[in-house]
């Protein structure tokens, strides 16, 4: 038995690039990152032994089995398999560091508050590129009936005696459905005596397979114009459910190969898999997807980057989460580029790291403006989330000369095995572990 690593926050690895080598040949796709982690929580509600094959390799895999742990569930990872075995008795508390380290913490707790009744947590921890709310949680325990109390140090919530509720609850945001507190109410719906009701729900890909992993499990899920319907199960299997493949990294493998002037063979992934919007903007950029006979999907950029006017958004829109990698991407495309946040109030902290390259972009409100081709110069860097600090390795390989980029930490959090894959399609890169 292995576990996923989880290494210190302070962790002073860093990574240096030599840029201008383009980049080609077939790699693997993780297991989603976002899928995995909310798939996590899920296991909390089975009754019986769960195994989650494809898991990812990565720091959060890690917090989130010590989080399972310490509710007296036996979580292990092996080999890409993590494997939970339910408590006899659960721990209604997310451990509080722990808690802080992981952005899933609110839906970890819903699990818990839907099998004891009760769930005391931090507040979550993650990327935090801008204020991200978790009101829509609360309000989807609030509606199942439990009392929740809040304070400096954290939140608990509690149910009557008969536990969670059936419920009504409405997931939107200014900014769209929230797609954590959709999963929340289909954890804390799960096990509670009726059916309840999720208004305007998010329909990612991270919810969908939540639904269907529940759904396989004897819990029955219903999507209709009224909503997401939810008819609570006291008896939850288990089994075996594999985690799909990151659509995340699978198009940041795109975009690297296309900034450097090379080719790409997936393997897990297919064209399909890709969103509309996402699939739309890299097409938009001259990159042609194709699915491949023998399984997998190839992307090759055709002739040069082009500039792409788009909009992150609710799913099938251009995830929010490759905007930053495809900012990167267009500071070699000719011409203006524009991208809109529209799932986040804004989303721009890889424009400092970026213009240390020499790029030409700028964040207005929620817009972020490009401006190509540039010709990128090797660079110190360090950013402070993941999507950021992937954003500055696209622009790393783009560039000329060496680069040395920190906040590996963050990278790791998401990707198991990025810089090796990179390494396998013909980067330089050099991993130094406890750089200054």
Not at 215 to 224: I, M, N, P, Q, Y
Not at 292 to 317: I, N, Y
Request: net charge neutral.
């Amino acid at each position: 038995m292995t576990t996923a690593p989880a290494h210190d926050a302070m962790d002073t690895a860093l990574v240096r690039i030599t840029g201008g080598h383009p980049l080609s040949g077939r790699i693997p796709v993780q297991g989603s990152k976002n899928i995995a982690l909310h798939l996590y929580a899920a296991t909390l509600l089975a009754d019986v032994p769960v195994a989650l094959t494809g898991a990812p390799n990565i720091t959060d895999s890690g917090v989130c089995a010590q989080i399972l742990r310490h509710t007296g569930a036996r979580a292990d990872y092996d080999d890409g398999c993590f494997t939970v075995s339910p408590a006899g008795v659960i721990c209604p508390v997310i451990h509080p560091e722990l808690g802080r380290r992981v952005r899933t913490t609110a839906v970890l707790a819903a699990a818990v508050l839907a099998r004891t009744g009760q769930a005391a947590f931090p507040y979550p921890g993650g990327d935090a590129f801008c204020p991200r709310l978790i009101d829509r949680h609360i309000a989807a325990m609030q509606a199942t009936g439990a009392e929740v109390v809040t304070d400096d140090t954290g939140i608990r919530a509690r149910c009557g005696p008969r536990g969670v509720r059936a419920f009504t609850v409405d997931v939107s945001t200014p900014y769209g459905p929230s797609l954590g507190a959709t999963v929340s109410a289909l954890l804390l719906a799960s096990r509670a005596h009726g059916t309840s009701l999720i208004t305007h729900p998010s329909i990612e890909p991270e919810v969908t397979e939540t639904a269907r992993f529940l759904a396989e499990r004897g819990v029955l899920v219903h999507l209709d114009e009224e909503g997401l319907h939810v008819s609570g199960s006291d008896w939850i299997a288990g089994g075996t459910f594999a985690v799909a493949a990151d659509r995340i990294e699978a198009a940041t493998m795109v975009m690297a190969a296309a900034v450097t002037g090379g080719s790409v063979h997936l393997d897990n992934i297919t064209v399909t898999d890709f969103p509309t919007g996402l699939a739309r903007a890299l097409a938009d950029a001259g990159i042609t997807m194709t699915n491949d006979p023998s399984g997998g999907m190839q992307a090759r950029l055709f002739g040069v980057l082009r500039p792409v006017e788009t909009a992150t958004g609710p799913h099938p829109a251009l995830p929010t989460d490759t905007a930053p990698q495809l900012a990167a991407m267009l500071t070699q495309a000719g011409g203006i580029s524009m991208i809109d946040e529209r799932v986040y109030p804004r989303r721009d902290t890889h424009v400092p790291g970026l213009r240390g390259f020499g790029a030409d972009i700028t964040a207005d409100g929620s817009t972020i403006r490009v401006r190509g081709p540039v010709r990128l110069r090797g660079a110190e860097a360090q950013a402070a989330d993941i999507r950021a600090v992937t954003a500055l390795l696209i622009a790393a390989l783009a560039a000329d000369g060496t680069s040395t980029i920190r906040g590996m930490f963050h990278l790791r959090r998401g990707y198991g095995h990025l810089l090796p894959n990179l390494a396998t399609l013909g980067a330089e890169i050099t991993t130094i572990p406890g750089g200054r």
